[in-house]
C-alpha cells in the first residue's frame, strides 16, 4: 500500500496536499487537532476544512493528534510503518505576533515537533520522501538592507541590482539580522530538515515559502494576510497597515502551485535540497495593491487605517527567486497568478460566510 502522511492536513498547504495526493496513492493519513483556532480564536478555525475532507475525499484518515505528542505519532508510524511513501509537514504555528508572546509553545511545536518527526521518519520509514514546508523568515530581515526606490504603489529594487530580475535567491545570508521568533524556531526546523539529509541520507527537501495562499486558507488578523484582507473587504471589518507606507511587497503563490512543487520533488528527489518557493515575479503585490484589487473585485470599499510602527523583523520588499527549483525540475510551473487568486479568494470565503 501506498501511504502519504500529511501534518497540518486541514490547514492550507496541508489540505491542498490531501487532495492532490489522495489521488495519487491508496491512503493519505493527516494530523491536525485544530490549533490553530487555539492560538487564533474561532476566526481561524480549520474545522471546516477537516469536515469537507472527511466528506469529499474516500480514502482520507483524519487523526486528531497533535504532533508534539511523541507516543501517539509514533504510534501511527509503527501502525503504517514502510507503507508511508512520502511525509509533507505543513503543521506549524505560523504567526510572528502569537511567537512573541508564547516562546516556548512556538519553538516546541515549530521545532521539536519538526525534530519528533523527522526522528521518527528515520527509525521507521528511512527510505520515505520527508517534504518541509519552511519560510522566508528563515532569511530573517536581512532582505530589508538591499537597494530600494520607492514608486507610487510600492517599494520596488533598484533596476539593475542582481535581485531586480528574479528576485531573492537561496544564498542570501541568513546570520546577522532579525528574525522573529516564529523565524528562529522556522529555521531550527529547517536546519535539521537539512541535516536529516545530508548527515543521515533521508530524502529531504525544505521549501522557504513567500506568502502561500488561496481559497482553502482561514485567514485571520495573525496570519494570512491576503485571505483576511479579502474576508475584511468582504464584511466590512476594519483592516489595519502596519508601517512600510503600506508599500510593502509580497510574493504570493497558490498552494496549489506548492503542492506541484511537492509532487516533482517526490519523483525526483534532491536530498536535503533547499529552494525559495513565492509567487515571485509572476505574483505578487504591495499591500497598497492588494487592497485596490480587493476592492474592486468586492465592489466594497475597505475600512483601514494605517499604524506607522512596522512589525518586527517584517520584510520591505520579498519576492522569491524560484529559479533554482525551476532549473531542477523545468516541467513545473506556475498554474495562478495574483489575479486568479484573488478571484478564488473572493469566491472561496464569499461561499464560506
Ligand atoms: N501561509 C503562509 O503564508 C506561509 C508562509 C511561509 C511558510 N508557511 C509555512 O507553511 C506551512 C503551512 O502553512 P499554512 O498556511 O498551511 O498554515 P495553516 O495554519 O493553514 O495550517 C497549519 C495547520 O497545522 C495545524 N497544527 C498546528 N500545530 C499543530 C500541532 N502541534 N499538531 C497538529 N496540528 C497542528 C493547525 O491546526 C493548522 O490547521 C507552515 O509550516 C507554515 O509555517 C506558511
Redesign the pocket.
Known amino acids: 500500500m501506498n501511504v502519504v502522511l500529511v501534518?497540518?492536513?486541514?490547514?492550507?498547504?496541508?489540505s491542498e496536499s490531501v487532495e492532490f495526493f489522495s489521488k495519487k496513492c491508496d491512503l493519505v493519513i493527516g494530523?491536525?487537532?485544530?490549533?490553530?483556532?487555539k492560538?487564533f480564536g474561532n476566526d481561524?478555525s480549520?474545522s471546516w476544512?477537516e469536515r469537507r475532507l472527511k466528506q469529499e475525499v474516500t480514502n482520507y484518515r483524519h487523526h486528531h493528534?497533535?504532533?508534539?505528542d511523541e507516543k501517539a505519532v509514533e504510534k501511527i508510524f509503527r501502525t503504517y510503518n514502510s507503507d508511508i511513501k512520502l511525509i509533507i509537514?505543513?503543521?506549524?504555528?505560523?504567526s510572528h505576533d502569537w511567537a512573541a508572546s508564547n516562546p516556548y509553545k512556538n519553538f516546541t511545536?515549530?521545532a521539536n515537533?519538526t525534530l519528533i518527526l523527522l526522528e521518527l521518519t528515520r527509525k521507521y520509514i528511512p527510505e520515505a520522501v520527508f517534504i518541509?514546508?519552511?519560510?522566508?523568515?528563515v532569511y530573517g530581515d536581512k532582505s530589508n538592507s538591499l537597494p530600494f526606490v520607492e514608486l507610487e504603489t510600492r517599494w520596488e529594487i533598484e533596476e539593475g541590482h542582481p535581485y531586480y530580475k528574479c528576485g531573492i535567491n537561496e544564498n542570501l545570508s541568513i546570520d546577522f539580522s532579525t528574525h522573529s521568533l516564529?523565524g528562529a524556531s522556522?529555521l531550527a526546523a529547517d536546519i535539521l530538515v537539512q541535516e536529516y539529509g545530508r548527515y543521515f541520507g533521508l530524502e529531504t527537501g525544505i521549501f522557504?515559502?513567500?506568502?502561500?495562499?488561496g481559497p482553502k486558507?482561514?485567514g485571520t488578523q495573525m496570519?494570512?494576510?491576503l485571505s483576511y484582507l479579502m474576508k475584511c473587504t468582504i464584511t466590512g471589518e476594519h483592516y489595519t497597515v502596519f508601517g512600510y507606507k503600506g508599500k510593502q511587497v509580497r510574493d504570493n503563490i497558490h498552494?496549489y502551485d506548492l503542492v506541484q512543487m511537492f509532487w516533482h520533488f517526490y519523483n525526483n528527489p534532491r536530498r536535503g535540497e533547499v529552494y525559495n518557493a513565492g509567487g515571485g515575479r509572476h505574483s505578487n503585490c504591495s499591500m497598497l495593491e492588494a487592497i485596490a484589487a480587493c476592492e474592486l473585485i468586492t465592489g466594497n470599499e475597505l475600512s483601514w487605517s494605517y499604524s506607522e510602527a512596522n512589525r518586527i523583523g517584517d520584510h520591505i520588499w520579498w519576492i522569491s527567486d524560484i529559479s533554482k527549483f525551476k532549473s531542477h525540475y523545468p516541467e513545473w510551473d506556475y498554474q495562478y497568478d495574483m489575479n486568479d487568486i484573488l478571484l478564488q479568494l473572493f469566491d472561496g470565503i464569499r461561499s464560506r460566510i
Open positions: 501534518t497540518g492536513s486541514a490547514g492550507l498547504i496541508g494530523f491536525d487537532n485544530n490549533t490553530r483556532e492560538l481561524a480549520i476544512n493528534v497533535d504532533i508534539t509537514h505543513a503543521a506549524a504555528q505560523p511545536i515549530n515537533g518541509f514546508t519552511s519560510s522566508n523568515k516564529l522556522k522557504r515559502g513567500g506568502c502561500l495562499t486558507q482561514s496570519h494570512g494576510f498552494s
